[in-house]
């Protein structure tokens, strides 16, 4: 059990603004939090990589590249991470005038999104929790696959630090050989994760790079087992705040970046990975409570898809529901949309007369998501996979060059695996294959 | 194993023009095929409310009312059938002139229809196909569930024969008294399910027979395991007909009927079901193949739920692919949508090059299909359940009338269960609830 996972569980969730620093609130957690920042994310890969736990036989260092979006770190860090942002024609399409438009639109947007930030506490809370992640699943995983160990965490993030170039040269200080690149978005979408392997490919290649490790990919992960028990636990940990007699008529809103009509017409998968990911939640917690998927986040005129979290909250406002529990199921950690935007979803609901909206908090610490993390990646590396098969599958509607590069470059990046699988079914260990 | 299986899972697939008697091609077929024709369904029906074999505590008979679309029986029934369709607000809204219009429309597109039917051998294989699966899942379900047997089938179809309110004569005449309302549309929507359970509403109303059985209902079951390993065992075996060096590049196509955005942007759970089984049978099948969910039989000039089945197809040919398994995911039975539309789908693919484009037949009597029914059903009346939580869940962007009307309807008509469940844990057999 993680430290933190009790306090996290029960504490208040709609409160308001938040602070990142209220969810470390217990002496013992900001000492280990300061420590954290103290000591900075390198110096601990640095030590562990020393570390006197690794077997002898061992393969490792291997790095588990935790790749997300990311989010700015402090203040002064919000343009550049939006000019990052809009610069990226992968989720936001700008045609020919992408760099200088994103440019623009990110200047016009920073004094509004600084705030947002300074609501949450000056600045994004996702790296501190994929820290954590990270250091709690090599934990775990140094034990699981001890062959592979020491297992570094290396949080690799697509517009803000520490950005792909960066982390590829610490991976090489390092003396790591064996990466593994794990998108943080479990459901797949050309946009999340496709764009931060596009960066992986484009730094790779810039930096001539491409030799210096073995590659895998785990690019989708949908209904891990673990993943849907942290959900189910998170989700039953706030419907145990009502009172009993209102825990059954407290409506499960699952809230998902919405995406843009144009790209799941072209057949992105990803609104049917949530939808797979909502379902098996429901079935662990045995369909006792009524539940319904919804988008968040919806930006311009553009069709994007529906229905919009808040028109959910306003028409079971008007029906006269009172509790719902906004869950955000396609992110792992907290971050502004689920910091500020659902808090502010919950606001306009109390304003409708659904006074019991809540809110739960992002996955971060729980251990039981924190363990399925480190079973993939186990699992990954004993059955040496490359990738999903359905990852060389483009959109069948999409002939952007992105995303035929990709498919290209990792599937020749990643090489064919002919030996025999890491661990035998009988769980003996054998040879890695590299 | 049931007789037909076999024979059904290695027919040719790809094989143009189908007739229904094709299906039941061995003379043992044919002579049972003719036989339950001859006989007709009623018969049967009337000789297993007297069989033997029941126990003698049982509380039965219990129907399992098997509720669909259905098709029609002859050429003749094409022009009533499509009169109900148009006619129905709940699956095609005309607003305040839908009986007008809707008998305008039908009967405008009653020839073309017509000479769908004609290809397909004259008949929808529907209510055979009903028949087959409801026979062999009663004779499964006495087993499983003694106390409540004899369970007799009742194909109960929205638009074509056995209608509604026939079948609930024939219910009264067959000494029933407990019903399972039982849809066959794995995924929930108000447009199919919604619509079926409004009828019955109607009528039981019409014809006062609101106390005459005790009613539960299974209103969704998009993941039942059965269910899941009969697609998957359907699909291997179409994978199977292709050269094992073709198999891996061979393309999953899962093809639903698509629905108005309009119904989904109010929150209509189909699709979302509809990706819950898709992902749950690629997990079956240990995801070996790329797979994509599309969408068919869009009408009108409106958006529907993209991407089509057929420009899926279409894209695929251009990036030069050349196979794909067609699999009719929210359907069980063959009908016109499975057997023509889909073999449409496949002869344009086929002169935009895309040679191998075979289609999945419907689940039909798949013996793992038809067991997984009976062990939903068995476990539905041993839980004592009235329906799933998520049926009292109205689309919360709609404010249709016929659906708070149902929603009220079926939560006064349904009992809450007080007793015990009807097995307990340890599987010793107790009293029936009513």
Redesign the interface.
Known sequence: MLRTTTMIRFAPVNCGRLLVTRFLSTPREIVRYNLLKKLGHSAWVQRRTMASTVTKNSQGPTAIVMMNMGGPGSLDEVEPFLTRLFTDGDIIPLGPFQQKLGRFIARRRTPKVRKNYEMIGGRSPILPWTEIQGKEMCKILDTLSPQTAPHLPFPMFRYANPLTEDVLDRMKASGVRRAVAFTQYPQYSCTTTGSSLNELRVQLTKKNMTNDFTWSIIDRW??QPGLIKGFAESIQAILDTYPKNEQDDT?IVFSAHSLP?TQ????D?Y???V??T???VM?QLG????????WQSQVGPT?WM??QTM??LT??AK?GHKNAILVPIAFTSDHIETLHELEEYIAEAKALGMTGVRRMPGLNDNASFIKGMADLVAGHLQKNERF???F???C??CNKESCKLRKEFYNKLVKQRTCEPLISETQNASGICV
Chains 1, 2 share one sequence.
Request: some cysteine; charged content about 15%; glycine content about 4%.
């Open positions: 949908p209904t409506i009509m799941i017409n072209k057949g998968s609104i049917n990975e939808a797979a909502s379902y098996a079935q369909f006792r409570n009524k539940y319904i998927n919804a069709r529906a229905p028109d959910v028409w079971l029906k999903s098969t359905q060389l599958m483009c069948p509607g």
